[in-house]
């Protein structure tokens, strides 16, 4: 009895006939591994194959594997192996191996283009009518908490509110005038070298003025503070949400809504409209710079030129939009903080999401602010 595994090939005009011999076992791993790729180039060029086993002394799983991918090679080629001679207590370990890894790939049905785009616009539909339902659930969630704190003003957490008011408010400060003043400039700059070419210099003026005071003023107070506050909020919640600290809470009896979210929500709804002032008086200084160095105006008549420009309304448009917008922003926020699953991953999925939602709200609800006070006169 051989005591090394043998592999002979004996060609018989088109067929190659296999017989391996000795112990094909795990002991014998790299004699087998050697042996299974020698036969490669006479079993490529080989027609027929035929795999007579009545010469194996031991077979294990390891030394049945390989005489199957030997089979499985040929049966690529288009050459299926015939197996012969195999012994009885060796016959169910082949049928186990011939299972192994053996598929059939699933078939890929070609959909059509507009089903496939119909299929989209309503996952796109769910996952739309989904936000929504979560925004009104928070929003309601928000407006029980509110009364609450109405008729026991005591449960109002005074401390979290400070806090919350001094991180995106007060230390915002900074970063909002730094970017509305550069913007009230640019807006000036490039009004006085388009309107100079048509003598118009000084509507350079009222279109600073309007533009910041109504529109821009809040708009990217909004939008910074969306990304800056409402993303810390979304990963604040997100990580107590991780680490079960929500749940430890309502284990607790304390509602996270009263505890986490109004406070925070509260301290935007405050904050941003006195962010907003803040911004757009930086904005209208930035631009009277510009007017000065710029525009050859000086300072006297550009305030005189502005307080022709504007009015109390335009200042009342841009303030009375804040609040709604650091509500959006706070329940975005939050809701999208509380949706976070146990993962890193999530959590920055979930703050990118919050983001790009409240920025996206934003805007939109300015939109519906401007056509509504468009059709009021204001």
Known sequence: ??????????PSGNRLELRPEGPWIAANVAALE???????????????VTLDMSGISALDTLGAWVLEKLSRQAAASGRPADIVGVADQFSGLLEEVRQVNRYTPAQV????????RLNDLGKATIGA????TIFLQMLGALFMALLGVLRRPRSLRLTSLVYQLNRIGFQAIPIVVLITFLIGAIIAQQGFFHFRRFGAESYTVDMVGILVLRELGVLIVAIMVAGRSGSAYTAELGSMKMREEIDALSTMGLDPVDVLILPRVAALVIALPILTFIGSIAALYGGG???QFYGDMGPAIYVARLHEAISVTHFEVGILKAPFMALVIGIVACSEGLRVKGSAESLGRQTTTSVVKSIFLVIVLDGLFAIFFASIGM
């Not at 050697?34 to 027929?48: D, H, K, V, W, Y």
């Not at 049905?109 to 496939?116: D, E, G, Q, S, T």
Request: aromatic share 0%; net charge negative.
């Open 289 to 291: 710079l510009v007017a």
């Open 1 to 10: 009895m051989n005591s090394e595994p043998l592999l002979l090939a004996a």
């Open 109 to 116: 049905v070609a959909l059509n283009p507009i089903l496939l």
């Open 129 to 132: 009518r989904e936000d929504v």
């Open 34 to 48: 050697t042996l299974s790729r020698s036969i490669g180039p006479e079993l490529s060029q080989s027609r027929a």
